[in-house]
């Protein structure tokens, strides 16, 4: 029988083992009868509290909560709520690697401990405090002597298949998981790796003599006796340290880029203008006093570590993976509160799964109290032909408090957009500007930056919009 | 890696493509993956093994060799 006033994670409904729900906003999960065992293992042997202090695993606690579905429930429990759940596709190429040295490290452990994992979706990892976490507390199960491991297709799809294209391809080719729910099929890995499978080992065993197995097992029906019993504890372990040498020897390729290069270089900032524009920005955000901070177009993060004085938590959106590669790299050693993601916003990632609903779209996740958008507009309106009324809309959609550039048209930046193309931007002027978002927002106060033909402007959306 | 293990793997590649089977069928495709997992667990599970005690079997190599020399 089902209780009211709770509403199901539209993205938990695959495990018959529990779900998660959220009843007045906080987020429970059931665990169903089935589980009983594996949470009592899970619990009783120390694997838990293991991996809560090693901060592998989201840490929850038991409440007495009506469950949400009372026939079948053992146990709710309370996990700790991620601020912000992003995506293997938003991920640059060492959140996607960390995240996979972290689930094979958790599968160590729960080796150690009698247990194993009984799926590797890339979607169980999360980052808090820029660290990967376990967060589906469901994936336990008490392992049986002798299996083989039930995740290792999985872990190969959702983490070894598209780091290694990532890394012998293009840093990309993650975006494939928008389409490929389940990670990449090992098939289309072969396909795409081609004559890259012969030359390392890994690739070799794990995607090609893989998905040779799968595809030529996908027609035939197996006798049970036949897949019984045979995988001993020292291949378990062999097959784990096999996936963690292979996921650890991958690099990228390509450290570079047109844009990672571009804040270096300080191409549009005298150092006396950058000071301005950084001291602007940070009296902004003491009057914004915000929570959380959306730092769009922000390169390698200067002004989200700005941002990140302020306010307690800042995500760092770039459309250029070697940006937010070099973003990660630099806030992963102090545990910044910065979680950098790629993302592309006239282009921003979609809802997917079963109903479109199972993994949400960037604005049905959250929004933030504070919008960062410095050197952006003009990337926006001119590279990407977005009128102002549609820009404005957006940032009224996704924040309250504002901090936004305005690039004019006769920036040296913006002239070099319009280079090679005719100009058919006339009502691209700071007046224009002014007008199209003083529809939506209130413009606070605003700042010429010196030495420097920029502007920056605090605006607070209007109650009524 | 080596010139001849590229080879290797490249010849075996081009002898399983030769018994090539497209796969958009009914059966989990899971299956395939177990059955993989239980044909490579001697070899994976050797290669860790002798990995694990590789300090040890060293140890004993050149005891037997020093023995053998004096």
Redesign the interface.
């Known amino acids: 029988m089902m209780s009211p006033n709770w509403v199901a994670e539209a993205g938990s409904f695959r495990d018959p083992n529990g779900f998660v729900f959220y009843r007045d906003g906080t987020v429970y999960r059931q665990l169903n009868r089935k589980h009983e065992d594996n949470y009592h293992r899970l619990v009783n042997s120390g694997l838990y509290e293991s991996l809560v202090e090693s901060k592998l695993l989201v840490p929850h606690k038991e409440v007495d909560v009506p469950p949400a579905d009372r026939d079948d429930c053992f146990k709710i429990i309370q996990p700790e709520r991620i601020p912000f759940l992003s995506y293997i596709h938003e991920w640059c190429f060492s959140q996607l690697k960390d995240a996979a040295l972290v689930t094979l490290r958790i599968q160590k452990k729960a080796l150690d401990f009698g247990m194993s994992l009984r799926d590797c979706s890339a979607y169980n990892i999360q980052f808090m405090e820029c660290r990967p976490v376990l967060i589906d507390t469901l994936s336990f199960g008490i392992h049986e002597e002798g299996q ?3 995740a ?2 999985q872990f ?1 799809q959702h983490f070894l298949a598209p780091l290694m294209l990532m890394s012998r391809l293009d840093v990309r080719l993650n975006q494939l998981c928008v389409t490929e729910l389940d990670g990449i099929p090992l ?1 289309l890995a072969r396909t795409l790796l081609s ?1 890259r ?5 890994p690739a ?2 794990h995607i ?3 998905a ?11 006798p049970k006796d ?2 019984a019993g ?3 504890h ?2 378990f ?3 784990i ?2 996936l963690e040498n292979a996921v650890m020897r991958l690099k990228l390729k390509q450290r570079s880029s047109q844009w990672l290069t571009y804040a270096a270089e300080g191409q549009s900032y005298s150092d006396d203008s950058f000071d301005h524009k950084v001291q602007t920005v940070k009296a902004y955000l003491d009057k914004c006093k915000p929570t959380e901070v959306w730092d769009l177009g922000s390169n390698t993060g200067v002004f989200s570590r700005v941002a990140s004085e302020s306010a307690s938590r800042i995500i760092a959106f770039d459309q250029d993976p070697y940006c937010v590669e070099a973003n990660y790299l630099q806030v992963k050693p102090d545990r910044a509160n910065i979680l950098p993601l790629v993302l592309n916003l006239s282009n921003p990632t979609p809802a997917i799964g079963w109903e479109n609903q199972e993994r949400r779209s960037l604005l049905q996740r959250a929004s933030a109290d504070t919008v960062l958008a410095l050197a952006l507009i003009h990337h926006l309106a001119i590279t990407n032909n977005l009128p102002l009324p549609k820009l404005a809309s957006f940032f009224a959609k996704i924040c309250r408090w504002l901090i936004i550039e305005f690039v004019p048209k006769d920036d040296p930046k913006v002239q070099l957009l319009l280079t090679n193309r005719e100009d058919i931007f006339p009502r691209y002027t700071i007046a224009a500007f002014e007008h199209e978002f003083g529809r939506l927002f209130s413009i606070e106060t605003r700042t010429e930056i010196r030495s420097c033909k920029r502007t920056l402007f605090l605006m607070q959306r209007l109650p009524s919009s | 890696m080596s010139t001849s293990l590229v080879v290797l793997f490249f010849t075996i590649g081009l002898l399983l493509s030769l018994l090539e089977t497209r796969a958009y069928a009914y059966i989990d495709p899971g299956t395939g993956s177990y059955l993989f997992q239980i044909m490579v667990a001697s070899l994976i599970g050797a290669g860790f093994a002798i990995k694990t005690y590789w300090s040890r079997i060293k140890k004993f190599v050149k005891n037997l060799l020093r023995k053998n020399s004096s």
């Open positions: 083989p491991w039930g290792y297709r190969c098939h004559h499978v012969y030359t390392s080992w070799f065993l090609y003599l893989h040779r197995f799968e595809d030529y097992y996908s027609t035939r029906i197996v036949r897949s045979r995988f001993s020292y291949s372990r062999g097959l340290d096999s």
